[in-house]
């Protein structure tokens, strides 16, 4: 699975000029599930390009609201299915960071969509409790809101470290590989059915490292942001993806 995030970027223009490049480089298989999650207001665009004739690729939201009513500016859970989204974001580091977004209600967000549409929940460390080594307990924490929630293969998390979005840093794939294997251990031992996800990573992944993430067992995917946002290197990026796993 490879997510594109394209966060609050991006314009008519861009898809345009995105969708010819990534068809152009992409060599097409249905191996990879393809996520493109584009600012909202530009999901319906994207449904309606040559992208989403391919049966791989899904267009998705980078994040919900809690509710519907009157909150201005939101997007409800209700209106990404009625565009029938394929899936969302929930718990982005920029979300928690930049908007206050707390476990509780990330864990309202993903009761919203739990079993209707795929769930791509972030998670990760900043650099100071990496430093501190304190990576396992703040994903551990930040797992809790999965707890006791029935869910089936529509779960799937993402690994993002902070400190390694959009910085060019990463973990070694070795040590992605076991977080990894600690956070399908870690949700199989406490989701209400033993769910066991599939783990992406995300953090400055590009065409030149993708290989040696993709290469190892637990590493199921990617999320990504800035590689996204040029349509070559992201279909590069699944290319490889097709060509390693
Ligand atoms: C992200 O913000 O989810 C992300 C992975 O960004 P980047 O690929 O730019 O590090």
């Known amino acids: 699975m490879i997510i594109a995030n394209w966060k609050c970027n991006g314009n008519k223009a861009m898809i345009n000029e995105w969708t010819n490049n990534f068809l152009s480089n992409y060599i097409e298989t249905k191996k990879a599930f393809i996520g493109i999650a584009p600012p909202s207001i530009y999901i319906e665009s994207l449904l309606g390009t040559k992208l989403n004739k391919l049966e791989e690729i899904n267009i998705g939201?980078?994040?919900?609201?809690?509710?519907?009513?009157?909150?201005?500016?939101?997007?409800?859970?209700?209106?990404?299915?009625?565009?029938?989204?394929?899936?969302?974001?929930?718990?982005?580091?920029?979300?928690?960071?930049?908007?206050?977004?707390?476990?509780?209600?990330?864990?309202?967000?993903?009761?919203?969509?739990?079993?209707?549409t795929i769930t791509i929940l972030c998670i990760g460390e900043t650099l100071e409790e990496n430093k501190n080594e304190l990576t396992r307990d703040v994903l551990k924490k930040q797992l809790e809101v999965v707890k006791d929630i029935e869910l089936n293969n529509s779960l799937v998390i993402a690994y993002e470290p902070v400190w390694a979005i959009g910085t060019g840093n990463t973990p070694t794939p070795n040590n992605i590989n076991e977080i990894h294997k600690f956070i399908k251990d870690v949700v199989q031992s406490t989701s209400d059915n033993s769910a066991f996800p599939l783990v992406l990573y995300g953090g400055s992944v590009n065409q030149d490292n993708a290989e040696s993430f993709f290469k190892e067992k637990f590493i199921d995917g990617a999320l990504i942001g800035g590689a996204s946002l040029d349509g070559k290197k992201f279909a590069n990026i699944i290319n490889i993806f097709n060509g390693t796993k």
Do not use: P, V, Y
């Not at 500016?73 to 930049?98: N, P, T, V, W």
């Open 61 to 116: 939201s980078q994040d919900i609201d809690i509710s519907s009513g009157a909150r201005t500016g939101a997007i409800s859970s209700e209106m990404i299915l009625d565009f029938d989204c394929k899936f969302s974001i929930i718990g982005h580091s920029e979300r928690r960071q930049l908007f206050n977004e707390r476990n509780d209600e990330i864990k309202q967000k993903i009761l919203k969509i739990a079993k209707k």
